[in-house]
């Protein structure tokens, strides 16, 4: 039995310090990670509605029919069709910054000083992908007070193996896929800021090795009475 325990001790110390991953490691983390997924009082005001994919929008181009479209809609990917300058990508822009980026297309190459006017018809529900080691991952609705710490909730909290150092938001800004880690530790204590969450955002929670090996052995401890006095 002494062997027993004494190789279940040099196991879970191999398992605790050998629990990092490096999967995320190049990601951005702290205050860059705060700069690209800023909190509610520092994000975009609720009232300014960001364009996710299935929404419907009208796109009116002064002086040019043939270009603009009284219902186009915004495809999987926060892709729209323009002609002339083909694919577009809106998702997480709202209609004015929208309005900007098509212009700006335009004029580099078809039109001179072109007015573009991007309107929101009808607004597709907003939703976050939640995944990993959580309680119950899945898709949930966001609001405009959704954070990572209430996204989280939604899915029923971590479970016990998860690597809270390692939560990672994905999100794509004009057109890029973008990613952060957060520490939820530290975003629990105040430490770190709470980044809001938005429609199309996906949460991606760690798995800790060194958690899953110390759960493994005090399973098993029983079976080969690991921990009988001797």
Do not use: W
Not at 40 to 65: C, H, N, R, T, W
Not at 73 to 97: C, F, K, R, T, Y
Not at 100 to 129: C, F, M, W
């Amino acid at each position: 039995m002494r062997h027993a325990a004494t190789i279940a001790l040099v196991i879970l110390g191999l398992g605790i310090g050998g629990c990092s991953s490096p999967l995320y490691r190049h990601l951005p983390y702290g205050k860059p990670a705060t700069a690209i997924f800023p909190p509610i009082d520092k994000a975009m005001p609720p009232q300014s509605y960001l364009i996710g994919p299935g929404d419907q929008i009208a796109l009116s181009v002064f002086g040019e029919p043939e270009i603009s479209g009284d219902k186009i809609l915004v495809d999987e990917a926060g892709n729209i069709q323009v002609p002339l300058i083909g694919q577009v990508p809106l998702m997480n822009l709202s209609p004015s910054d929208a309005s900007a980026l098509i212009a700006s297309k335009l004029g580099a190459r078809y039109l001179r000083d072109p007015k573009v006017t991007v309107n929101v018809l009808a607004q597709n529900a907003q939703e976050v992908s939640i995944e990993g080691q959580v309680t119950k991952a899945g898709v949930y609705p966001v609001s405009n007070a959704t954070t990572l710490l209430s996204a989280i909730a939604l899915a029923q909290s971590p479970t016990r193996i998860a690597k809270l150092d390692e939560i990672v938001i994905f999100r794509t800004i004009a057109g890029e896929r973008t990613a952060a880690r957060f520490n939820l530790e530290r975003v629990r204590a105040g430490l770190d800021q709470d980044p809001k969450i938005l429609g199309g955002d996906v949460v991606v929670v760690g798995f800790s090795q060194g958690k899953s090996i110390y759960r493994d052995i005090i399973a098993a401890a029983p079976l080969f009475n690991v921990f009988t006095r001797f």
